[in-house]
T-cell receptor, first 112, second 110 residues
Framework: DQQVKQNSPSLSVQEGRISILNCDYT??????FLWYKKYPAEGPTFLIS?????DKNEDGRFTVFLNKSAKHLSLHIVPSQPGDSAVYFC???????????FGTGTSLTVIP | NAGVTQTPKFRILKIGQSMTLQCTQD?????MYWYRQDPGMGLKLIYY???????DKGEVPNGYNVSRSTTEDFPLRLELAAPSQTSVYFC?????????FGQGTRLTVV
């Protein structure tokens, strides 16, 4: 049973437009959410995170939105750049941070 | 800054062979993890450790063993390799709920 779900395996966006990646979770005990970016043949790298006490966190071109009632979060990338082409994983953890649960990933392609 | 280092990067094993995937971190993190990523799937937690001498099972621990004798090292052991263990393995350590990953080990069992 997948506790963190990314229902879109792939997404293509034109350069300069907005990319929106979605993530849903089932466990209401999760209170910390992260997005990771992964290039081929590399390990995932941290991108942005959000605590459950917030509904938005922004870092440059990247913004994460959290809707706790819907158990849904999204990552917005504006404007999208070709270098953003990668697989994006959503992850969640409880307050202890002992275990991270990852989604299946969304492969983003930004078309020049 | 080495961060999290995994060796080897690639390995082909025959069914029934054993091997150890090495993982070392130089950030003095207490928490360390082993994940596997199968094609089209997310990362599944195999084992984790909250500090030297302490290990716990994750979601998919069967067929694996770990040890944590030092803060820096967290090796993953496969005793009897099976084709189902063909995967990419990632080691990670965490600080303040942010995980730092190694580059991965691509393992094929034939």
């Amino acid at each position: 049973d997948q506790q963190v779900k990314q229902n879109s395996p792939s997404l293509s966006v034109q350069e300069g437009r907005i990319s929106i990646l979605n993530c849903d979770y089932t466990n209401s005990m999760f209170d910390y959410f992260l997005w990771y970016k992964k290039y081929p043949a590399e390990g995932p790298t941290f991108l942005i995170s959000i605590s459950s006490i917030k509904d938005k966190n922004e870092d440059g071109r990247f913004t994460v939105f959290l809707n706790k009632s819907a158990k849904h979060l999204s990552l917005h990338i504006v404007p999208s750049q070709p270098g953003d082409s990668a697989v994006y994983f959503c992850a969640a953890s409880g307050s202890t941070g002992n275990q991270f649960y990852f989604g299946t990933g969304t492969s983003l392609t930004v078309i020049p | 800054n080495a961060g999290v280092t995994q060796t080897p990067k690639f390995r082909i094993l025959k069914i029934g062979q054993s091997m150890t995937l090495q993982c070392t971190q130089d950030m003095n993190h207490n928490y360390m993890y082993w994940y596997r990523q199968d094609p089209g799937m997310g990362l599944k937690l195999i084992y984790y450790s909250v500090g030297a001498g302490i290990t716990d099972k994750g979601e998919v621990p069967n067929g694996y063993n770990v040890s944590r004798s030092t803060t820096e090292d967290f090796p993953l052991r496969l005793e009897l390799a099976a084709p189902s263990q063909t995967s990419v393995y990632f080691c990670a350590s965490t600080k303040n709920t942010e995980a730092f990953f190694g580059q991965g080990t691509r393992l094929t069992v034939v």
